[in-house]
């Protein structure tokens, strides 16, 4: 009798550390975090005519988010990109029976502004190394330009356009105390808001996808 009163009593114990411990991770938080992304689709479509672009893009996010326990949250992040591209353009065709080709020099410049609402599952590995892989889905706002110059003359078109967006992410995060540590990710960005532009190009930069490296800073309040 005495033994099963003293095994009920530990995991009576074991039970509110527990407990303790799950409450310690709940409540609310911000994480800030800086970006490079890498483009792996093209803005316009190409073709022999037209040429494709790939604009990498760098930026900042905040994320406030809300932790049920160590292992869910959910958040939301409002964030930053911008990125620029150049490159020289030969244009051919024939004139009059006569073949000519056209140098030009064609820049594309980007800036998006996105709120995306998520979710974060994190699992540990260590007593402070956690593994963690979430999701987002919200808008994005597109600011975009192209620029055309050949021979002294400038083509250039600016537009704005709200669209879809996603992001997919896996990371580590290392506690450094029982309510901050530092995150290392790997993100795949998806915005699908990208302007038209019909003056400059015949391409339709529609949208572009992109695999990011994201080092963060995360604080529970």
């Keep these: 009798m005495k033994k099963t009163a003293m095994t009920l009593l530990a995991c009576a ?12 991770k709940r409540g609310f938080g911000l994480e800030v975090n800086a970006a490079y992304n890498f483009a792996l689709r093209d803005l316009s479509e190409g073709s022999e005519e ?3 672009y790939s604009v990498d893009t ?8 809300y932790a049920f326990n160590k292992h869910h949250t959910v958040n939301i992040r409002f964030g930053y990109t911008t990125g620029d591209d150049a490159n020289t353009v030969y244009y051919d065709g024939y004139m009059n ?19 995306m609402p998520g ?10 190394l956690n593994f963690f892989g979430g999701a987002n889905v919200g808008v994005a706002q597109t600011k975009g330009k192209l620029e ?6 400038t083509l250039s078109e600016s537009k704005d356009k709200w669209g879809f967006a996603w992001n997919a992410e896996i990371g580590v995060a290392q506690e450094i105390t ?8 790997l993100q795949m960005q998806g915005l699908y808001g990208r302007p038209t532009f019909n003056q400059v190009l015949a391409g339709r930069p529609n949208s572009q996808l992109t695999l990011g490296v994201r080092l963060g800073y995360s604080c529970q309040f």
């Design 13 to 24: 114990a074991l039970g509110v550390a527990y407990g303790q411990e799950e409450q310690q």
């Design 50 to 52: 037209v040429p494709a």
């Design 58 to 65: 760098y930026g900042v996010d905040l994320t406030a988010f």
């Design 97 to 115: 029976g006569d073949y000519f080709v056209v140098p030009a020099n064609v820049k594309a410049e980007l800036e998006n502004i996105y709120i």
């Design 119 to 128: 979710y974060r599952l994190t699992m540990p590995l260590t007593d402070s």
């Design 148 to 153: 055309a110059s050949a021979y002294g003359k």
């Design 178 to 185: 029982s309510t901050s540590s530092v995150t290392l990710a």
